[in-house]
């Protein structure tokens, strides 16, 4: 059973390798989707399909939730370009003999926005704002001792804060998506390997129609429009990826990793992503991630504070930025509490 579903993940990643290397910019939406959650991971530029090992794995990917020891929650806020927000938050429990279960959600906001019509290009004076959400349940546990497999299933939604003019109906996209993964523990020292496959479902559509403007009719004096015509569904950003990580030194003051991950997006070319995490006697870390072929992103950093709450609580305060050249920098702050 591990090594068909390993074979049917590796065959997805190799032929969407193989397929053209075009940019498909703009196919996709719920763009959302792809925002990292979660500072430690974005710190290494997003280098973790192999790393992960907290609530955060829901977000990244599902087969790694098995390795929440016992109970995990993870919560991240993002300051995104132009005043947009992103929050997430995701908890984990293991349960003996059953798996890992996880529930998480996460929510985006543009901040508000100047309405425009074809007649008030400057602005009618009024503002809206766009808002995506997203609900997920999460699954995952061992196949065998060196194999986990996971998935999830989310409730996908994007509303446009504005009114359809013809129907008077808010302009709301939603659809189910499901994400796919597993860890695979190699046996060679401590590398691991991890895959995924992320938002894939149906496609999403804004319900009722549109009308296009097309010009002025001076002696009718009325806006001349195109016949109305159904809003057009559109994909949500599939992705695959796959990651290695390794454990380069460890040992009781010093531990240093380095990770590398592969990801093949439906919208884009592909894109290549190395970074690595050195801890400090399990309390203070530093981390650094080159993100190559994307569009603006080029490195990212952050690093951690980890303390113990008791005896058997700890939680990690942590820090990522990432420079998307004139794009500006993209911050992250999130906490995760491990008991």
Known sequence: MKKVILTILCLGVLTSLHAQQFAKVGTAGAQFLKIGAGARMTGMGGACMALVDDASAIFWNPGALVRVENFSLFTSHVEWMADIRYEAIGIAKTLPGIGSVGLSASLLTSGDMDITTYQQQEGT?????????????????????????????????????????????????????????????????????????????????????????TGYDSKAQEYVHEPAEDYRPYHMPLMFRVGIAMDLFESEMNKITVTSDLIHPNDNVEQILIGGEYWFRGLLALRGGFIGNHDAAKFAAGGSVKFSLSDNEEASLDYSYTDYGILDMVHQMSLVVNF
Not at 143 to 171: H, I, P, Q
Not at 183 to 212: C, H, K, V
């Open 125 to 213: 004076g009024e503002t809206f704002s766009k808002t995506d959400m997203l609900i997920g349940l999460t699954f995952a546990r061992y196949l065998t001792d060196r194999f986990s497999f996971g998935g999830s299933v989310k409730y996908v939604r994007e509303n446009y804060g504005t009114e359809n003019t013809m129907t008077g109906e808010g302009e709301i996209a939603s659809a189910l998506a499901f994400d796919i993964g597993a860890i695979y523990q190699t046996g060679f020292r401590s590398l691991r390997m991890g895959i995924s496959i992320q938002n894939f479902g149906p496609e999403l559509q804004i319900p009722g129609q549109y009308e296009d403007i």
